[in-house]
């Protein structure tokens, strides 16, 4: 059955954020900067007059009551504004009520102002949980699983619950993105994230898709768990609700920003350390912004893209990532970024080593290294193969060197390049055999190395890095002389090495 899109401007919302729960819930950070959020995105794409609208930060459950009633009274009394009744809250809350600083709103009471509002399309969203556990989750102490229940609504009503996670998991909260996630994703899709078909207009269930899909994957990372929102669809007939215009809306000043295919960009208002704005997806996105000064950054594969923008009035600003800076996982982990943890990577090259002993041929072989990048931190394992000699009149000699090492290195990245200082031991197996008149037997001998490194780094397109290294290696083992005993051998080589990192 094909729906029939509907904009209904006349309305009335009610949008509360309590950062403070009860007397063990845990404070929260941003439940309060939630709301301004939403308030925000309804009041100037969504079509609700100011007069029509209501925030409430930090009140007690008597002001909220008061309010959903005042509302309710007035909707009756007022045709006009009879069209829709959206209902927000962020904070804590359990299976019996919401908290609210220090005192509790029912349920079951907050249900009962909603589906009996006179509005004919009630919304009801509620990024709440019922626990308070790790990473500031929103909740108190655990509990039965929270829900809302819904019922067979009349045949003049329609109803739409949206809850931020299912009936037994925690609502998170992120520092990285200043907010909730469900709220972010949200708020994100109204803007424009969620506009999938290019119509200019979200809709209930557009925003609700694409806040489920950003929560499930940012919630996926953190040590929380998985957080699935939830979703019922109470609306009778054709009509499929649109909560944003992302057309100019009368009395706003607004712009766009589109944003190419193949990254997910954040922005931040302001500067790179300003609030988080909003998340696109991976497919080709326009937001709707106020105008003013942002900044845009965008997650590949396998680098980054950054810069600023200034967004004008009714200008749609075209993101060129030509002229945005690009900026590899690696520096970024190392300098501390919330983008990754961590950054896996390969090596490989050619390299080249000292004689172990004097007159001897240098070494001459290949490295292939797997490398783990934290936050100024190198940790690679890496096996080195080489092969020398030696040369005389009388003899000629073929040397092995089968060689693994751990190496710790710290990293420093400049503008340009990155350099780093290391330390690497492990094994080596070396190998000699023997070409002359006489009896010389192949021997092996097996050595532990010790090395101090140093080396460097040149960002390449993409994924990919030139690297460079150097570094002074102590090869300790017995060799076998012409006297019965076996003597301890320290020889001190010289190790150059180039090749080429790629890191996902």
Aim: aromatic share 8%; glycine share 10%; proline share 4%.
């Amino acid at each position: 059955m094909t729906r029939t899109r509907v904009f209904i401007a006349a309305g009335v919302a009610v949008i509360i954020g309590n950062n403070v729960g009860d007397g063990d819930d845990v404070r929260l950070r941003y439940a309060e900067d939630d709301a301004d959020k939403v308030h925000r995105v309804l009041r100037t794409l969504g079509g609700f007059r100011p007069e029509d609208m209501v925030l409430l930060r930090g009140e007690s459950t008597e002001t909220v009551r008061r309010a959903l009633i005042r509302v309710n009274d007035r909707m009756r009394t007022d045709a006009d504004q009879q069209g829709m009744l959206v209902v927000y809250y962020s904070g804590h809350a359990d299976v019996q009520a919401l908290h609210l600083g220090g005192s509790a709103f029912s349920m079951e009471e907050l249900e009962a102002l909603v589906r009996g509002s006179p509005a004919r399309t009630r919304v009801l969203i509620v990024d709440a949980c019922r626990s308070g556990a790790l990473t500031r989750v929103k909740g108190a102490v655990p509990a039965p699983a929270f829900d809302i229940q819904v019922r067979r609504a009349d045949a003049s009503e329609g109803a739409v619950f949206l809850t931020s996670s299912s009936a037994n998991e925690d609502a998170q909260e992120s520092d990285g993105l200043r907010g909730s996630f469900f709220t972010h994703y949200l708020v994100s899709g109204l803007i424009g994230a969620a506009d999938a078909d290019g119509d200019r207009r979200v809709t209930l269930s557009e925003a609700y898709a694409y806040a489920y899909e950003g929560t499930l994957r940012a919630s996926s990372r953190s040590l929380a768990g998985l957080q699935h929102p939830t979703f019922s669809y109470e609306l009778r007939g054709r009509e499929e609700i649109v909560l944003t215009n992302l057309a100019a809306q009368p009395g706003h000043t607004t712009g766009q920003i589109t944003f190419p295919a193949g990254r997910r960009y954040l922005v931040m208002r302001d500067g790179p350390e300003g609030p988080v704005m909003a998340e696109t997806g991976d497919n080709p996105s326009r937001l709707t912004l106020p105008p003013g000064r942002y900044f845009v950054r965008g997650r590949g594969r396998s680098d980054l893209v950054e810069g600023p923008i200034v967004l004008a009035a009714d200008v749609n600003s075209v993101v060129d990532e030509a002229r945005l800076e690009r900026v590899a996982y690696a520096r970024l982990v190392r300098k501390g970024s919330d983008v990754l943890e961590r950054v896996r990577g390969v090596q490989a090259g050619y390299q080249m080593r000292t004689g172990l002993w004097r007159g001897a041929d240098p070494c001459l072989g290949f490295f292939a290294a797997y490398e783990v990048v934290r936050r100024g931190f190198s940790l690679l394992g890496r096996f080195a193969a080489c092969r020398g000699g030696f040369q005389n009149a009388t003899l000629t000699s073929t040397a092995d060197d089968l060689n693994v090492q751990v190496e710790g290195a710290h990293v420093w990245d400049l503008q340009f390049v990155s350099v780093q200082v290391g330390v690497a031991l492990g094994p080596s197996l070396l190998l000699e055999r023997f070409d002359t008149t006489g009896n010389a037997p192949a021997r092996a001998a097996l050595a532990g190395t010790l090395a101090v490194t140093a080396g460097a780094e040149v960002p390449l397109r993409g994924r990919f890095a030139l690297t460079v290294g150097a570094g002074a290696n102590v090869h300790a083992f017995k060799q076998r002389d012409t006297t019965p005993a076996d003597e301890w051998a320290t020889p001190v080589t010289f190790m150059t090495r180039v090749g080429l990192a790629a890191r996902w």
